[in-house]
């Protein structure tokens, strides 16, 4: 596609399509890599960003910093919609748990989203929602910054990032419940994502690494040394989700980076008048 103000980023499960947030304020984009065409999926003046597929890659979960009628404004509006976009925008209630919230990934079954939301108190948490029940459940909200969470493949495991130890790195943990955790990354690490089999996890470090670790989930959750496979190409860390992503068998990368160095950086300052009616 084009140069444009891409955002946010990732990949259908069938590696097809694309769904990505351009401009400012933004709006969601389905782009399909085989057909090089690019579909408008979101309209609405408020910004629509950090997309995330469900399972079956027939719906986008997204947040949006829409007004909506008789509620306060935030910035932390979850809706779901079809990807055919032939359906209208489903509103998910989310009250007040956090200035932001994330989605980051579906659970395989369909029944559970992961959300990292930013709080004034404990900084970045993860939450999950139900798709059953409607509800959030605090999963980590301690001092530290947890962020991204992603399930695994079979469900079992959840891979975040967490500043527990004062730097950023990628720990997996059991899930639902206890059952350990481990840190699997080393020297910090960030943004984790797996392989479609289970079998392998990527992360990427401050210094724009693109590192693989090889692990077993099948009985007990065990892991390898982290590999690094190369740098990424200044990578963007911008948006609220992830500024990569990997196709379902860990072969091929897909990237938002600059292509004009001397923009990077810029940017506009808008002046919002009246804003306090709008927290009203």
């Given at each position: 596609?084009?140069?444009?103000d891409?955002?946010?980023?990732?990949l259908?499960?069938?590696?097809?399509?694309?769904?990505?947030?351009?401009?400012?304020?933004?709006?969601?984009?389905i782009?399909?890599?085989?057909?090089?065409?690019?579909?408008?999926?979101?309209?609405?003046?408020?910004?629509?960003?950090?997309?995330?597929?469900?399972?079956?890659?027939?719906?986008?979960?997204?947040?949006?910093?829409?007004?909506?009628?008789?509620?306060?404004?935030?910035?932390?509006?979850l809706?779901?919609?079809?990807?055919?976009?032939?359906?209208?925008?489903v509103?998910?209630?989310?009250?007040?748990?956090?200035?932001?919230?994330?989605?980051?990934?579906?659970?395989?079954?369909?029944?559970?989203?992961?959300?990292?939301?930013?709080?004034?108190?404990?900084?970045?948490?993860?939450?999950?929602?139900?798709?059953?029940?409607?509800?959030?459940?605090?999963?980590?909200?301690?001092?530290?910054?947890?962020?991204?969470?992603?399930?695994?493949?079979?469900?079992?495991?959840l891979?975040?990032?967490?500043?527990?130890t004062?730097?950023?790195?990628?720990?997996?943990?059991?899930?639902?419940?206890?059952g350990?955790?481990?840190?699997?990354?080393?020297?910090?690490?960030?943004?984790?994502?797996?392989?479609?089999?289970?079998?392998?996890?990527?992360?990427?470090?401050?210094?724009?690494?693109?590192?693989?670790?090889?692990?077993?989930?099948?009985?007990?959750?065990?892991?390898?040394?982290?590999?690094?496979?190369?740098?990424?190409?200044?990578?963007?860390?911008?948006g609220?989700?992830?500024?990569?992503?990997?196709?379902?068998?860990?072969?091929?990368?897909?990237?938002?980076?600059?292509?004009?160095?001397?923009?990077?950086?810029?940017?506009?300052?808008?002046?919002?008048q009246?804003?306090?009616e709008?927290?009203?």
């Amino acid at each position: 596609g084009e140069a444009r103000d891409h955002v946010d980023i990732t990949l259908t499960p069938d590696d097809k399509k694309v769904a990505v947030a351009i401009g400012d304020p933004a709006d969601i984009w389905i782009i399909d890599l085989e057909r090089d065409t690019s579909t408008r999926f979101t309209f609405d003046p408020g910004s629509d960003d950090a997309p995330c597929w469900s399972p079956d890659g027939k719906e986008l979960l997204f947040q949006s910093s829409r007004i909506i009628p008789g509620r306060r404004f935030t910035p932390a509006n979850l809706y779901r919609k079809a990807a055919s976009g032939l359906e209208q925008e489903v509103y998910l209630p989310t009250d007040d748990y956090g200035s932001s919230l994330y989605p980051m990934s579906w659970s395989p079954d369909g029944s559970t989203l992961g959300v990292s939301a930013l709080n004034a108190k404990t900084g970045a948490d993860i939450l999950f929602y139900s798709f059953e029940t409607g509800d959030f459940q605090v999963y980590l909200d301690t001092p530290a910054d947890e962020e991204t969470p992603r399930f695994s493949p079979d469900g079992r495991w959840l891979a975040y990032s967490s500043t527990e130890t004062g730097t950023k790195e990628v720990y997996v943990t059991a899930y639902p419940g206890s059952g350990g955790k481990w840190q699997v990354s080393n020297g910090g690490g960030e943004m984790p994502q797996w392989r479609a089999d289970g079998r392998e996890l990527f992360y990427t470090t401050k210094d724009e690494d693109m590192m693989a670790v090889s692990v077993e989930t099948e009985e007990v959750f065990r892991h390898g040394t982290p590999v690094k496979l190369f740098t990424a190409p200044s990578l963007l860390r911008i948006g609220s989700n992830f500024s990569w992503d990997v196709t379902s068998d860990g072969e091929r990368f897909i990237f938002l980076a600059p292509v004009d160095e001397g923009r990077v950086g810029a940017g506009e300052v808008t002046l919002v008048q009246g804003w306090r009616e709008l927290l009203e």
